[in-house]
């Protein structure tokens, strides 16, 4: 069963850090390209960032850039997201998601809060 699980949300202050992570089970890890959504409240889902498979490069939205720096470990079939100097803008349920087979797999998300 291929599955995404997100992890490592909570609340932070404006300016803080904080890193999610993304573990992947069911399909070759190595070998899909990975990505990083968010959904603000009331908005739409948007990309935040994409990582190729190996060297595992990464490509960013513009308000991500110089912000969040998105990884991944092909030993532990993980992904992840560094968030530095976070904005209350940033405030969202963040998902990690892949393609396997044409379909869009999709984690449950996880809740990063933004506030003072």
């Known amino acids: 069963q291929v599955q995404l ?14 890193t999610l992570s993304c573990a992947a089970s069911g399909f070759t890890f190595s070998e899909h390209y990975m990505m990083w ?4 409240p009331g908005k739409e889902r948007e990309l935040v960032a994409s990582i190729s498979t190996s060297p595992g490069i990464a490509g960013y939205a ?3 850039e110089g912000r969040f720096t998105a990884s991944r ?3 532990k079939n993980m992904i ?3 968030m530095n100097n976070l904005l209350p ?4 349920v963040y998902y990690c998601k892949t393609n396997f087979r044409l379909a869009d797999v999709w984690g449950q ?5 933004v506030s003072s």
């Open 80 to 82: 992840y997201l560094q």
């Open 5 to 18: 699980v997100e992890s490592g949300g909570g609340l932070v202050q404006p300016g803080g850090s904080l």
């Open 109 to 113: 998300g996880t809740q990063v809060t």
């Open 37 to 40: 959504y968010r959904q603000p």
């Open 73 to 75: 470990d092909n030993e």
């Open 89 to 92: 803008e940033d405030t969202a």
């Open 62 to 64: 513009g308000f991500a």
